[in-house]
């Protein structure tokens, strides 16, 4: 019955690899609306690998057919997973500032980072807009460019101090609503919005936690957050969510992005 298949060493490890993707693109996915579509997907790929060992040439046909014209649907339906993946996969060498981290310099790409100054100065400002109850939103910029994010808003240039960003998030300032965008030791625009999220947040997380999640998953932007209704301090970065306890561990998670 299973004379057809003759496996190899290449196909053992071909099936390993095919296998360590998937897992993967799993795990990216999860929580997502589109994990679903990647499980159908998958389901009808095994279903005409099946149809074919079994020379069923009418079904495997039609599944091909199906896979084959709906690969353009794909691409618009997973374009958020797709931009997420390249941009995890991009960023994945310089997530400790290693890596790929020469050609980056070499090519240009990519901002200096933040100073232990500036880092002191969000710090400061998110313990007392905390104190506060003080809603904010602050997306620090890593290596890749969020210009497109800083056009959505107001792009001002300025630096990087802890009355400015109280000032900016003051319930009735014109620009508290939106992000803060930092460059280095600056702020780059302000006002911003953000895309939000599909995966599934915990109940108690807001628009504002939403969209801290949201470029956190298009970008390697690291994302503060200051909840306007418990006080409470939230990092984002690549998708996760940490809770800080302290204003010692703010500073340690910016400083070690």
Not at 182 to 203: H, M, Q
Request: charged share 20%.
């Amino acid at each position: 019955m299973f004379s057809f298949l003759n496996i190899t060493l290449v196909d053992v490890l071909d099936i390993i690899l095919v296998a360590t993707i998937i897992f993967y693109v799993f795990r990216l996915l999860r929580g997502s609306q589109a994990i679903s579509i990647f499980i159908a997907i998958v389901a009808l790929y095994a279903l005409r690998l099946v149809a074919s060992a079994f020379n069923m040439e009418l079904m495997s046909g039609l599944l091909g057919a199906v896979l084959d014209v709906g690969m353009i649907a794909l691409i618009v339906i997973f374009q958020p997973e797709i931009r997420r993946f390249l941009s995890r996969l991009g960023s994945g060498y310089t997530r400790n500032g290693s890596g790929m981290g020469w050609l980056k310099r070499l090519l240009g790409i990519g901002q200096p980072g933040e100073s232990t100054e500036t880092i002191n100065e969000i710090c400061k400002a998110c313990e007392e807009m905390g104190g506060d109850k003080c809603g904010a939103l602050i997306v620090i910029e890593k290596s890749q460019s969020l210009k497109y994010i800083c056009e959505t808003g107001d792009e001002i240039d300025a630096k990087v101090n802890k009355r400015l960003l109280m000032n900016l998030f003051f319930k009735n300032s014109p620009l508290h609503d939106g992000a803060v965008i930092i460059r280095g030791d600056r702020v780059a625009s302000v006002r911003c919005t953000l895309p939000i999220t599909e995966s599934e947040t915990p109940a108690s997380f807001g628009m504002r936690h939403k969209a801290a999640i949201g470029i956190s998953e298009s970008s390697d932007a690291q994302v503060v957050v200051v909840s306007e209704e418990t006080g409470r301090i939230s990092v984002m970065r690549f998708g996760k969510t940490v809770h800080v306890e302290n204003i010692n561990d703010l500073k340690r998670l910016l400083q070690n992005a």
